[in-house]
């Protein structure tokens, strides 16, 4: 997602590691406040282009110009919290607004961290309620993943982002914004990818139950290796997906017309390289 900015460097290409997905970064030079990024232009569609941002920025001055942001909720892994998600929530909310996105969203970190028995299971794994799996038991199962998938997205509302939300002067309910669940090989995943299914399929029940949109944010690569096969019945089938990969603002409205990676959704959102991530809204 968000990367930190360079100085003096025209391109560099980060390797993602086991994902073997490469993003490039477009360096700043001085201390200039970085620009959101120029429409493409070939296209006569309107700006439609925001920037997304995180914990990589905090030491940045954030993009002008943007039509809409997307601020990362965590630092790096899921059960932690960007420390200036404050001040990036203001910069969202001071974004110019204009397209089919909301002006304010939020991405949030995913992962399963329970491995297998002998394995032990991480601090916090649930040991019980019932899911659609059935019920959790405080095993590396189907049913206590659900379980804290679920947990982990009410501590992303309640502990992460609410108190950051009210010392912004901004809205702090759940349903107020779209929260896209970044799935990306370099988190903690397990082989069983019913597994990892059902920890986002929780995450995206509690989200839900919040009255909160959900999107997913990944690519076809990625989403294989984590969830394998996405059935129509799992409620990942239909969401809203955000597509990375492209390096320039055309290609990234070229994006909008890809298959989506669960066979089911749409690609509302695509993603492509600036200063920081631009964001190119599919829907005007």
Not at 12 to 34: D, E, H, K, N
Not at 54 to 74: D, E, M, T
């Amino acid at each position: 997602m968000a990367r930190p900015l360079r100085a003096f460097r025209d391109l560099a290409v980060r390797s993602a590691g086991a994902a073997g997905a490469a993003v490039l970064v477009l360096a700043l030079g001085g201390a200039a406040v970085p620009s959101a990024p120029r429409p493409p232009a070939r296209s006569t569609a309107p700006a439609v282009l925001g920037a997304d941002i995180s914990y990589p920025q905090c030491s940045a001055p954030p993009p002008a110009g943007a039509a809409f942001g997307v601020v990362g909720l965590n630092h790096g892994i899921s059960t932690t919290t960007n420390p200036c998600l404050q001040s990036q929530l203001g910069w969202a909310a001071g974004t110019t607004g204009g397209t089919a996105q909301a002006k304010v969203q939020l991405y949030v970190n995913t992962a399963d961290p329970a491995a297998p028995a002998p394995a032990r299971l991480p601090a916090g794994w649930p040991t019980s309620g019932a899911t659609p799996y059935g019920t959790c038991t405080g095993h590396a199962t189907p049913a206590c993943a659900w379980q804290f998938g679920w947990g982990l997205a009410g501590d992303d509302v309640a502990e992460r982002f609410a108190p950051a939300a009210r010392a912004a002067g901004l809205p702090s309910a759940a349903s107020d914004y779209t929260w896209w669940l970044d799935v990306e090989v370099a988190n903690t995943w397990q082989a069983d990818t019913t597994q990892n299914r059902a920890v986002l399929e929780g995450m995206t029940a509690s989200f839900a139950a919040q009255g909160a949109r959900v999107g997913i944010y990944s690519t076809a690569k990625q989403w294989g290796r984590i969830v394998g096969s996405t059935p129509s019945t799992s409620p990942l089938a239909a969401l809203p997906e955000w597509l990375p990969g492209a390096t320039t603002a055309i290609a990234a409205e070229s994006l909008c017309m890809r298959r989506p990676f669960t066979g089911h959704g749409r690609i509302v959102l695509t993603q492509y390289l600036s200063t920081v991530d631009g964001d190119y809204s599919c829907g005007g």
